[in-house]
């Protein structure tokens, strides 16, 4: 998505999106233009996601990297029973789902969106890093 509509909440996307285009194709854009036409506007819980992905990166990563250090540590309790390691990164990954769910309240917030989509947006997020 063009950062121009990045932050353009839901209800506004397509009006925005609109703008953008007829603003790219008066500057002699016209494909540009009509690749941003082909935008669709973004769920609620998607838009909410984005925004937590955006403002709030650092914790994604480190959920990111406390999901890589469990599946390390199932692994080698698999292979060498290392209980101790995975019981430690099973507390980071608590800790890191912690700092995101605080992110996601935030920007709930902050947007003044229903707290209903929180755990929507987590799932989502959550998705998105273990893809």
């Known amino acids: 998505m063009p950062e121009d509509l990045a932050e353009v909440p839901p209800e506004e996307f397509v009006a ?3 703008e953008l285009a007829k603003r790219l194709k008066a500057d002699g854009k016209a494909s540009e233009a009509a690749e941003v036409k082909k935008l669709r506007k973004p769920t609620v819980t998607r838009w909410i996601a984005d925004q937590v992905l955006r403002h709030h990166a650092a914790d994604v990563d480190a959920l990111r990297r406390a999901l890589d250090k469990v599946a390390a540590a199932q692994e080698s309790a698999i292979t060498g029973g290392d209980r101790a390691a995975l019981s430690e990164a099973t507390a980071q990954r608590r800790e890191a789902v912690t700092a995101l769910e ?3 309240d935030d920007v709930i917030a902050a947007d003044e969106r229903p707290a209903h989509h929180r755990d929507e947006v987590l799932g989502a997020i959550e998705a998105d890093v273990t893809a």
């Open 102 to 104: 605080r992110a996601v």
């Open 16 to 18: 925005a999106r609109d």
